[in-house]
């Protein structure tokens, strides 16, 4: 069975996210902004469909999907960069949750999963690895 990922999730550690966002070409000024925030996620997982928030000060993201469908992920508005179309797919790999990006950028995706009352986030570029850890509020 799947695990539950619903809740709501606050940011305690971010380990290599200006890497991560070099690998993105994403610039130095927008990187140093980002890199200040402490992102809240929010996941509403209701049987195979997902509702992701991530919100921070300055932005919202949003992002919905059904497990193994492919979606269309914009970052338009997200880190200074041009409007950019992902395809994305999500699938289930045993209890974690994990997401391959097509686009630009090479060898791209995300990976989910709970351990205790932490989510554990790994974001994935062409070889760099941003390691982030959430703990549950609600």
């Known amino acids: ?67 193994g469908e492919e979606f269309e992920e914009v970052t338009k508005g997200m880190d200074n960069r041009l409007c950019q179309v992902i395809l994305s797919v999500v699938n289930w790999d045993n209890d974690k949750l994990v997401c391959v990006q097509k686009g630009e950028k090479k060898n791209r995706g995300w990976t989910h999963w709970v351990q205790g009352n932490e989510l554990h986030l790994e974001l994935k570029c062409e070889g760099k690895v941003c390691k982030q850890v959430f703990k549950r509020i609600q």
Not at 2 to 16: M, V
Not at 24 to 41: C, E, H, N
Request: glycine share 4%; aromatic share 12%.
């Open 1 to 67: 069975m799947p695990a539950d990922l619903n809740g709501t999730w606050d940011i305690i550690s971010n380990e290599n996210f200006d890497a991560y966002m070099v690998a993105l070409g994403i610039d130095f000024a927008t990187r140093k902004v980002a890199s200040m925030l402490k992102p809240r996620k929010v996941i509403k997982q209701d049987g195979d469909n997902f509702h992701f928030q991530t919100i921070t000060t300055l932005k919202t993201y949003e992002c919905s999907f059904k497990i």
